[in-house]
């Protein structure tokens, strides 16, 4: 069984564009979460969607939106894009219990 | 908030050695999650507990509750390179939403 993808690995964007991110679960499961990782503030939840619903967010500011497809599959979106924005961007999706499998991950660079 | 801090914040240890860290809250938890980050990677959950003064068993690694709900330790004995990576406690809080610590990051001399 394939794990959660995420595309692109890597991306490079200057400040005041804005980037699409997508995640595809594993197949099967419909809940879906994504973190934003930097040294400094580590690992922090940003939302998750289950069903094509938010059910719950993280503090981002309102820059930061995402959304879930029909088939799970998941975007996320930051738009007017800074510097603090550079991070390791995860994806992560769940079938029931506890256990999140956690994409490579997208290494977003903002100049 | 609910903040979660680790010690130690790194190790450095001989292949062979154990090794022990340790993940602490002010508030009570119901829940310890371990997770492993390798270089490049996403983390990977270890070991996940339920009860105070649990202890579970997964491979060479051991973690506990603590009694008090407010702390777990995790223990990996004879270590290898394979170990190296970056450890970190969470807490899952209202649906998936989990909390993560700091994390340790273990590095481990051949």
């Known amino acids: 069984k394939a794990g959660v993808t995420q595309t692109p690995r890597y991306l490079i964007k200057t400040r005041g564009q804005q980037v699409t991110l997508s995640c595809s679960p594993i197949s099967g499961h419909r809940s879906v979460s994504w973190y934003q990782q930097t040294p400094g503030q580590g690992l922090q939840f940003l939302f998750e969607y289950f069903s094509e619903t938010q059910r719950n967010k993280g503090n981002f500011p309102g820059r930061f939106s995402g959304r879930q497809f029909s088939n799970s599959r998941s975007e996320m979106n930051v738009s007017t894009l800074e510097l603090g924005d550079s991070a390791l961007y995860l994806c992560?999706?769940?079938?029931?219990?506890?256990?999140?499998?956690f994409g490579p991950g997208t290494r977003l660079t903002v100049l | 908030g609910q903040q979660l801090n680790q010690s130690p914040q790194s190790m450095f240890i001989q292949e062979g050695e154990d090794v022990s860290m340790n993940c602490t809250s002010s508030?009570?938890?119901?829940?310890w999650l371990w997770y492993k980050q390798d270089p490049g990677e996403g983390p990977v959950l270890l070991i996940a507990?339920?009860?105070?003064?649990e202890l579970t068993s997964n491979g060479r690694l051991t973690a506990q509750f603590g009694i008090t709900r407010k702390d777990s330790f995790l223990n990996i004995s004879a270590s290898i390179p394979s170990d190296v990576g970056i450890y970190f406690c969470?807490?899952?809080?209202?649906?998936?939403?989990?909390?993560f610590g700091p994390g340790t990051s273990l590095s481990v001399i051949p």
């Open positions: 992560a999706s769940r079938l029931s219990g506890d256990e999140q499998f």
């Open positions: 969470g807490k899952k809080t209202s649906y998936d939403k989990v909390i």
């Open positions: 508030s009570i938890f119901n829940t």
């Open positions: 507990l339920y009860k105070a003064g």
